[in-house]
T-cell receptor, first 115, second 113 residues
């Protein structure tokens, strides 16, 4: 079956521009996560969606970052007024939640380069 | 604050060797621990997930153990192959922090033919 997909795979933008990154989770997965992986750094949690509950935005680094999840499926991560330090690989993951069981499945990521 | 460390940072072994990767976490209040592999330029592939009530999980040549009280997990790879070359990451899901996972920095493994 289809896994998690992300688009675009690569995005180059100029400092100050806005960008949108898209994630299509595995069908039927109610949970969706966004992470950021900077060069030489570990994965940094950004935001989590679960069903119709309010998202956990505790990992968003600034108010320039926002995310939406429409219809409980596709999600868009938006970065406004991009800065060079936003350059990173943005990874999306989805999972089914069953009690404390929540194995995450990741997409291939979007590599963002801010010039 | 939960901190996850992985030792070693990098490892190079000849093909056929058995090897152990280590993951340590500072707060034992976790729901589960998950091991991933990441190939260069790719996303993460889930290998094994261990619930906090479990002590180990096995999949093929991989065996992961969990000692929650001491804050440690190991990933054992038997009869290593060049195709096992990748970065291996562990992640813990913390209790009382929703779905917030904390990842280790990874171990970069090279298996030489």
């Amino acid at each position: 079956g289809a896994g998690v997909s992300q688009s675009p795979s690569n995005k180059v933008t100029e400092k100050g521009k806005d960008v949108e990154l898209r994630c299509d989770p595995i069908s039927g997965h109610t949970a969706l996560y966004w992470y950021r992986q900077s060069l030489g750094q570990g994965l940094e949690f950004l935001i989590y969606f679960q069903g119709n509950s309010a998202p956990d935005k505790s990992g968003l680094p600034s108010d320039r970052f926002s995310a939406e999840r429409t219809g409980g499926s596709v999600s868009t991560l938006t970065i406004q007024r991009t800065q060079q330090e936003d350059s990173a690989v943005y990874l999306c993951a989805s999972s089914q939640i069953a009690g404390t069981y929540n194995e995450q499945f990741f997409g291939p990521g979007t590599r963002l380069t801010v010039l | 604050k939960q901190e996850v460390t992985q030792i070693p940072a990098a490892l190079s072994v000849p093909e056929g060797e058995n090897l152990v990767l280590n993951c340590s976490f500072t707060d034992s209040a976790i729901y589960n621990l998950q091991w991933f592999r990441q190939d260069p330029g790719k996303g993460l592939t889930s290998l094994l997930l261990i619930q906090s009530s479990q002590r180990e999980q096995t999949s093929g040549r991989l065996n992961a153990s969990l000692d929650k009280s001491s804050g440690r997990s190991t990933l054992y790879i038997a009869a290593s192959q060049p195709g096992d070359s990748a970065t291996y990451l562990c992640a813990v899901r913390r209790r009382n922090y929703g779905q917030n996972f904390v990842f280790g920095p990874g171990t970069r493994l090279s298996v030489l033919p």
